[in-house]
């Protein structure tokens, strides 16, 4: 049972990598990378308000009135993570976009640690962590250096931009998972909260998506393109509420340690995979060994904080 449940959540993480990629369909055929969020949000939060009704849990909706509000906001980095997959996978590649999500959780799990942050319980600095915060970043660094093409110097500024994007994107999950935490405590399900965790993420970019689109910074929606747009663009909120729900469920069974560890694994396997194969039409960046070794370091980094 254990061995399947390490399998479980090793597949899991592999699903936030397809989750961005099938995203971009949904993107190309709305037009709007905000629309593509609402409506990827919009069918997690659905798929999660069947399985609370199929539970008998939606009851516990009712205790989210007794919470603070800042609960509430774990929801939030849903559509930022969301939204800057769909822009940064294109842009960078399967491979370099997580390998910066990743090095973004890490952070971000540590100082989390490190200072007790949001009921996090504060733990020591060890050698294991902080080698493998420096293997976390080394690791990100020779991906993003071993992208074939070399940028011009505008190119290379807008790079930044995109890459600082990536870690951000990457370090509100672990905030997330946290402030989720506190939520669950007075709720009690954790689909529920996943489900409250969702509805605060759609009506986010939702908004988002109205006064852009009012200010003519982003097209409208073009719902027409749905029609032409391949089945497996909608798995992206089948791939966000099961990896939601099933995180909720395996840190009671496997550790918080384990689970994000293996997680992490498998996102950035999936993402290897990903962009070797260029699967669901991503371009295809082959597997060099430098971009290989900046992998292994990032796997290595993920396990070394994970477990020290």
């Given at each position: 049972m254990t061995f399947l449940l390490l399998v479980s959540a090793l597949l899991?993480?592999?699903l936030l990598a397809v989750q961005t990629s099938v995203n971009l369909r949904l993107n190309a055929a709305v037009g709007t990378p905000y629309g593509a969020s609402t409506l990827q949000l919009g069918v997690a939060a659905l798929l999660l308000l069947v399985v609370a009704?199929?539970?008998?849990?939606v009851g516990a909706i009712a205790h989210v009135a007794d919470v603070p509000a800042w609960?509430?906001?774990g929801g939030i980095a849903s559509p930022l993570y969301i939204t800057s997959g769909i822009l940064l996978f294109p842009r960078l590649?399967?491979?370099?976009?997580?390998?910066?999500f990743v090095t973004g959780q890490i952070l971000a799990s540590v100082a989390l640690d490190l200072f007790?942050?949001?009921g996090v319980q504060r733990q020591p600095v060890t050698a294991g962590i902080l080698l493998g915060a420096v293997a976390v970043i080394a690791g990100i660094t020779v991906i993003i250096r071993g992208q074939s093409a070399s940028p011009t110097?505008?190119?290379?500024?807008?790079?930044?931009?995109w890459i600082a994007l990536g870690i951000v994107a990457g370090a509100v999950l672990p905030v997330q998972g946290a402030v989720n935490a506190q939520l669950r405590q007075t709720v009690g399900a954790p689909i529920v909260v996943g489900l409250v965790s969702f509805l605060v993420a759609t009506v986010t970019i939702a908004l988002v998506l109205i006064v852009l689109t009012a200010t003519r910074r982003t097209p409208p929606?073009?719902?027409?393109?749905l029609n032409k747009m391949p089945w497996w663009g909608w798995l992206g909120g089948a791939c966000a509420a099961t990896y939601v729900t099933a995180t909720f469920l395996l840190i009671p069974q496997i550790g918080a340690a384990t689970t994000v560890a293996l997680t992490v694994t498998g996102q950035q396997l999936a993402s290897a995979v990903v962009?070797?194969?260029?699967?669901?039409?991503m371009p295809q960046r082959q597997l060099a060994p430098v971009r290989l070794g900046g992998l292994v370091l990032l796997l290595a980094g993920s396990a070394l904080v994970q477990f020290s």
């Open positions: 899991v993480g592999g009704v199929a539970t008998g849990t609960q509430l906001l590649g399967a491979l370099a976009a997580v390998g910066l007790g942050l949001i110097s505008a190119a290379a500024r807008r790079r930044v931009g929606p073009k719902l027409k393109g962009d070797h194969f260029g699967l669901f039409r």
